[in-house]
């Protein structure tokens, strides 16, 4: 017993630290209050400064993907840590000493780096993989998910140290949806170098305005397909050269208005849309790279003609999660953007975790990409 003192941190904080707890489809979330975090070796406790709410926390409440209940949601954010566990501090992805008081993003995943998984380079998928905002919560472990005042940072996690003068709006997303474009991107040039290819992104929410913008820099000519005309708009101002309307023809029509003769060289699908992901073979060039992001929740099955593929030497590939270094570059790319407001604007009206009802209607409704969440502060006492 006393040797397992010596190995723990316990802290706690003046006022409480709170949770959100989703039990189910239609249940009303749970505020539930956690007295203390006793912390381990490499592990370490962030107080949230502003969670966004994904696409997939709203799936989940709607009941179109399942979840292990009750747990706490919510795996996008932007924090500040407040206390480290005992012995050496964690590093962070770029190997740098994590330290109180440091403003960090961090990534959704946690993997063990020994199975047969990480040793094959793919620590997105680890046997054992822990994610946060994903896990049935229990008791040890109450602050896993970002809708919270703080986050239960385990060993391993991958975090990434960002710059006190971003707004918190553009880096929240950092952990989910730019991270994750990172790793699209990644398994895309690959195959074929982004300078001077053509891609077409087909979904413009966050995910899609973020690969316009991150394609765009890497020196593609983008176009762009979503079938809301807002959406649309915001691709142009993104760097898109020119927009289709989500339909079947979408990105082909796109792709003829910025004059791409031979269709795209990458395409990445972030949609999940049945119709789009079976366009877009149709609209490739030979030699063409598909990267499929979105479908991650059962849309049924998308016929797709095998002569094809064949005969225009089609690849196509599935990204899910992403690996530590995507956390990094994603943090990089949205410290580097000269238009931070634009990114900002993707994220609506911030709610306090009070008010997360009303976040969460407008999150259902799709009139941001992003809706916010502000816990507000709290001080941190540590015991032990």
Known sequence: ?????????????QGTMEALVFRGEGVRFERVAVPQVDLGPGEALAAVELATICGSDVHTVLG???APAPLVLGHEQVGRIVALGPGRAPRTV?????????????????????????????????????????????????????????????????????????????????????????AALAAASAIRPLEGAVVAVS???????????????????????????????LA????????????????????????????YTVALEVSGAPAAVQSLPAASDIGAVLVLVGSVFPAGTVAVDPELVVRRMLTVRGVHNYAPQHLLEAAWFLEQQADHA??????????????????????????AARVGLDPGPRAVTLVG
């Open 1 to 13: 017993m006393k040797l397992a003192e010596r190995t723990r941190r316990t802290v706690r904080v």
């Open 64 to 66: 179109h993907r399942s």
């Open 94 to 182: 770029d190997g740098a000493e994590l330290k109180v008081g440091d403003r960090v993003v961090w990534g959704v995943a946690v993997d063990c780096g020994r199975c047969r998984y990480c040793t094959a380079g793919l620590p997105q998928k680890c046997a054992s993989l822990v994610k946060y905002g994903h896990e049935r919560i229990r008791r040890g472990w109450e602050l896993s998910g970002g809708f919270a005042s703080h986050v239960h940072l385990r060993a391993r996690t991958p975090v990434v140290v960002v710059a006190e003068e971003v707004p918190a709006a553009v880096l929240a997303p950092a952990g989910c949806a730019t991270a994750t474009v990172m």
């Open 203 to 233: 979904g413009c929410g966050m995910l899609g305005l973020t690969a316009v913008a991150a394609a765009r820099a890497r020196g593609a000519t983008v176009v762009a397909s979503d079938p809301d005309p807002r959406r649309r708009a």
């Open 236 to 263: 142009l101002g993104f760097g898109a050269s020119a927009v289709g309307d989500g339909g079947r023809e979408g990105i082909a029509s796109a792709l003829a208005a910025a004059r791409a003769r031979n269709g």
């Open 342 to 367: 634009a990114f900002g604007a993707l994220v609506g009206a911030t709610h306090s975790l009070d008010a997360f009802d009303e976040a969460l209607d407008e999150a259902r409704t799709g009139g």
